[in-house]
């Protein structure tokens, strides 16, 4: 008796705590603690439960597939449930779950899997009457969720109305999610800014959809992947995969890198393959989705209280490391922001050795209280970035002071400020030495004018040896400057300065973000590109007028009027000019129509003749679009070596493929016209 009442206590302690966490992380969107541990305490209580051998209360955790409605959202009744996933963290698990499904059907042989990436995101239910997107609403609790009929409406990856023949009523379920290099494209401009960063992918994503002003949520860069239905007034398809042809017929996207899996060992040979591949893929996700793929045998499983039957998630193991801190250093960037630095004992996390990590600001220094010679948990935020998860023992004896950022800059000696309403700390300095680096980078940067051979350690010696003060210096310097230089030769040496003739030449687009006024990034400066057509367009347009740019808000229309409004920025352009830099009008302001104006390409595999980012350039000069997934409104699928799942997916939407002969001619008849 004693025993079981230990037992009842531990049961009442984790259904408290697993459901605060589920407050935090669905309601707050300000979770407490990882993935990871919530799954292990979840798994925890279900053993005691089914131990325990009493009836489980329906407000059980283990009972629940989500968290309750935020208040400020009209709640919405999922005609069918929106259930959850049962787990699985090895492949003994995964055929666990096929025996136990084999046997509730009564089948020996083998059961043929369609295997989804289980993207990290928000779950959501799009309702479409008569083709028309009628409602959407978030999963909540499985029973009741949020509608955000208005924000999603915002999300252009999905269609208000749906193409082709769609089921008079049907209701479309899928993940709402943000890309990783938006993700931390923003987070860069919100560091840059001085202000806090968003968490993750996931937590911004469900923040994003459940903003009141949807002109908020459309300001984020959401996208969505379909997977499911719901209600459909029409018969179903036999099948998952054949549900996503439907799904993809009616102009929703869906996941490319889903795999259709003839028995469970090819299922798990698809998880092998994500797990080791799965950090190179453009979104976050933690596992693979395994579904059984005849509808009519998922309609035979049918679900337990909070999980189908027919499915099972297959996780990932959490990529994190432990290593040592062995100093602190401070960062200066190029619009002065001061960023300390954990330099780090190297560690292998995900297949990348990390030696060092962004501690971003003070507050998240003094949040997070990490000293050197702290052993600290690290992993690599989106599977990329390296960041400091926590101190693993912050009570230790022996420790350092804490840390703090300096009040005078550590390159310039000038006094640092913080702006009101922001984190950081800046130099205000112009002049000072790593802000002219850090410009200098950023405007020589593949996505600036892509000058080759100018590297790091160059623009070190060319800035302090007073060579270089800011990016028009660059055009004026000589072979006698550049061979002075340490470790570069003469031939090195002529090849930087033929690379810096090329550059004399560079798509306006590229320009106007090798300039680096705050806020703009290569998307907006392509659309500025396109709008104005000429830098001197662009110098004489006011804000108003700039807000007349459906991209451009009040902050990014008054921070490029401000660039060029100040007289230091105005001798730079026109110093950029004297030294022959003629940025060339994107192909549709220059009256073009060329073979590639306005089409839709996407890339596959690896190109023998020139780096990604250079192929994507080359098809915006020629007026085109660089797609990143195989939709119906692709135009081309350009294929290297070693492609992936895009090429199956292009041939079944008949999409035009070319190989890299091709795409090189299409490339010379663009740059040659009409």
């Not at 969107?29 to 325990?52: M, V």
């Not at 779950?97 to 083998?110: I, N, W």
């Not at 949020?146 to 999603?152: A, C, I, L, S």
């Not at 549900?243 to 040979?269: F, H, K, M, Q, T």
Request: with cysteine; proline share 6%; aromatic share 4%.
């Amino acid at each position: 008796m004693a025993e079981n009442g230990k037992i009842r206590a531990e049961i009442e302690r984790l259904r408290a705590e697993l459901n605060e966490a589920n407050h935090r992380y669905y309601v707050l969107d300000d979770p407490s603690i990882s993935d990871a541990e919530y799954d292990r305490l979840l798994r925890r209580l279900q053993e005691l439960e089914a131990g325990l051998g009493e009836p489980i209360p329906p407000d059980s955790p283990t009972q629940r597939v989500g968290a309750e409605p935020a208040e400020g959202f009209a709640t919405v009744s999922h005609a069918l449930p929106m259930l959850s996933l049962e787990n699985a963290f090895d492949f003994e698990e995964v055929r666990q779950f096929e025996a136990r499904a084999k046997r509730f059907l009564g089948l020996e042989g083998d059961l043929t899997y369609t295997c989804e990436p289980k993207v990290d995101g928000l779950a959501v239910e799009l309702v479409y009457e008569g083709g028309l997107l009628s409602a959407a609403s978030t999963r909540g609790d499985g029973l009741v969720g949020e509608d955000v009929t208005r924000n999603v409406r915002t999300i252009r990856q999905i269609p208000l109305r749906l193409q082709g023949r769609p089921p008079e009523l049907v209701e479309v379920r899928g993940e709402v999610y943000i890309g990783r290099e938006d993700f931390h494209r923003l987070n860069q401009e919100r560091e840059n800014e001085g202000l806090s960063l968003y968490a993750n992918p996931r937590n911004l994503a469900a923040g994003s959809l459940r903003q009141l002003d949807p002109t908020v949520t459309a300001g984020r860069p959401l996208r969505f992947f379909g997977y499911a239905l719901g209600r459909i007034s029409a018969a179903p398809p036999a099948g998952q995969s054949e549900l996503l042809r439907s799904l993809a017929a009616w102009g929703l996207p869906v996941n490319p890198d889903v795999r259709l899996c003839s028995g469970l060992e090819a299922a798990i040979e698809f998880c092998r393959e994500m797990a080791e591949r799965h950090h190179r893929l453009p979104y976050d996700l933690d596992g693979v989705v395994i579904k059984v793929d005849d509808l009519a045998l998922q309609e035979r499983l049918g679900a337990k209280s909070r999980s189908p039957r027919w499915a099972v998630a297959y996780k990932f193991a959490a990529p994190e490391e432990a290593t040592t801190v062995r100093e602190i250093e401070v960062s200066v960037g190029r619009t002065g922001t001061l960023t300390p630095i954990a330099l780090l004992e190297p560690v292998v996390v995900s297949g990348a050795t990390v030696s060092r990590a962004s501690l971003h600001n003070q507050d998240e220094v003094r949040r997070k209280d990490v000293r050197p010679g702290d052993r600290v948990l690290v992993r690599r935020a989106g599977e990329v970035i390296p960041e400091v998860v926590k101190v693993l023992d912050p009570d230790r004896t022996g420790r350092a002071e804490p840390f703090s950022l300096p009040d005078r800059c550590p390159v310039c000696s000038s006094p640092v400020f913080q702006i009101e309403g922001e984190v950081a700390l800046r130099c205000l300095n112009l002049a000072c030495p790593a802000r002219v680096k850090e410009s200098i980078r950023h405007f020589a940067s593949k996505s600036g004018l892509d000058i080759d051979g100018l590297g790091p350690k160059l623009i070190d010696q060319l800035v302090d040896r007073g060579l270089v003060k800011d990016p028009a210096d660059l055009f004026n310097l000589g072979l006698e400057d550049l061979i002075e230089l340490e470790r570069l030769a003469e031939k090195s040496a002529d090849n930087l300065l033929a690379a810096l003739e090329r550059a004399k030449r560079p798509p306006l687009a590229r320009l106007i973000f090798g300039l680096g006024i705050r806020h703009v990034g290569e998307h907006l400066a392509q659309v500025l590109a396109d709008e104005f057509g000429s830098l001197e367009n662009l110098r004489l347009a006011d804000q108003e007028r700039l807000l007349a740019i459906e991209a451009v808000g009040p902050q990014v229309a008054e921070s490029i009027a401000n660039f060029m409004a100040t007289q230091a920025n105005q001798d730079l352009l026109a110093r950029l000019e004297a030294a022959g830099v003629n940025p060339q009008a994107p192909a549709a302001r220059a009256g073009l129509e060329a073979p590639l104006s306005g089409k839709t390409l996407v890339l596959t595999g690896s190109l023998a003749r020139m780096t990604r980012a250079e192929a994507k350039a080359a098809i915006q000069r020629a007026g085109g679009r660089v797609g990143s997934s195989v939709s119906q409104k692709t135009d081309f699928l350009v294929v290297g070596a070693e492609p992936g799942s895009k090429l199956d997916k292009a041939r079944s939407l008949g999409v035009r493929i070319l190989d890299e002969d091709e795409f090189l001619n299409l490339l010379r008849q663009a740059e040659e016209g009409p």
